[in-house]
């Protein structure tokens, strides 16, 4: 009687009995993490200083005075990593949602497109993004264009999203086929032709299913956009190279990784929000 007036009057109720366990279970994992955490970086604190070579390590590496001089720059090179990539991530998902259309077809008529796209993600897939980068950014340019159409900043960006529009039609393809034959069933009911069925009832569902895979891709092309400095825009890894060159000193790479990881982390941990928030929705 008096659990339920307890209830009634909305104080809290008791954990179970199960559900102590499970925090105590939950506190003691907590604690070993933490601890186990602490040693491991205390072990390094002391050991690492120790080795016989970390004073040369810490002058050519984590130089302060040489991070202070070059961080804005790099910091400002940096922007030009941005404005390629929100100039090629538009593109490679539109590119990758039509090859994964074209993938899907199955009528006979329509059937060169299909081969067309299985050509494409082989070949792309295939071939590693770096090399991809030098035969379009180094080949197309030496066909004699003019300017701008002989820019390596428009290259090295059309190569991109050549090399991820593969990749992420594929992912695309993936979203696609988990949708359940009954949905498709219940479209077809309704009168709604294969088109419509593709865009008011499949596609909104794939492209729900594969967003956390796609934010990955994203924190990846943030990065792989670095790879365009090997055929010349001056980008925050250049920049670093030209950097390191001048002082002798690696410290600006370091501080161009301090600027990746600002930039990616927050993304990845979004990821993995996504993905876990997914998983929850799949075991209810």
Known sequence: MDNT???????????????AYEQKARRKSLLIAAVSSAAAIALLVVLVPMAPGWEAVQRSFFNWNVLVKTFPKLLSAFTLDLILFFAAAPAIFILALVIALMRNVTRPALYPLKLFAIVY???????????TIYLIGFGIPGLGLLPP????????????????????AEVFRTGIESIHESQRSAARSLGLSEASMMRYVVLPQAIRRVVPTLVNFLVALLKDVALLSFIGPVEVLRQAGVYKSLFANFTPYVGAAIIFLVATIPAIRFADYLM?????????
């Open 5 to 19: 007036q307890n209830t009634a009057r909305g104080k809290p109720r008791a954990p179970t009995r199960r559900q």
């Open 121 to 131: 993600i082989d070949v792309l897939r295939s071939i590693p993004v770096i090399l």
């Open 149 to 168: 159409w002989n820019s390596p900043y428009i290259w090295g960006s059309v190569a991109l999203v050549l090399a991820y529009s593969a990749y992420i």
């Open 276 to 284: 876990a928030k997914q998983n929850a929705q799949r075991t209810r």
